[in-house]
């Protein structure tokens, strides 16, 4: 009987480990999205410039409006749920 309560401990449930390692790695990129915030805008890769198809004229990038850079798609749920919550209070 004390061999099968060892052993009903020890398995590794597949379900449980997925549940934890999901979990483990949620809370890793919402962390890493609340220390990091910013993230190379995708569209002008980082230079903030909307080049030109002639010559070497050049706009600003419309998505990230120059800057370079863009929100995480983490750090805006993060920046949505703490609005909701600052309306709620
Ligand atoms: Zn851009």
Do not use: Q
């Not at 609340?34 to 070497?56: I, Y």
């Amino acid at each position: 009987m004390a061999t099968l309560a060892a052993t009903a401990t020890h398995t590794i449930n597949a379900a449980g480990f997925l549940f934890v390692a999901l979990t483990l790695v949620t809370v890793g990129y919402g962390l890493s999205c609340w220390l990091w915030p910013f993230g190379t805008c995708r569209r002008c890769k980082g230079s903030g410039k909307r080049r030109s198809p002639f010559g070497r004229s050049f706009a600003l990038c419309r998505r990230c409006d120059g800057d370079g850079r863009c929100l995480r798609v983490g750090r805006r749920i993060i920046n949505a749920l703490r609005e909701i919550h600052d309306k709620s209070s």
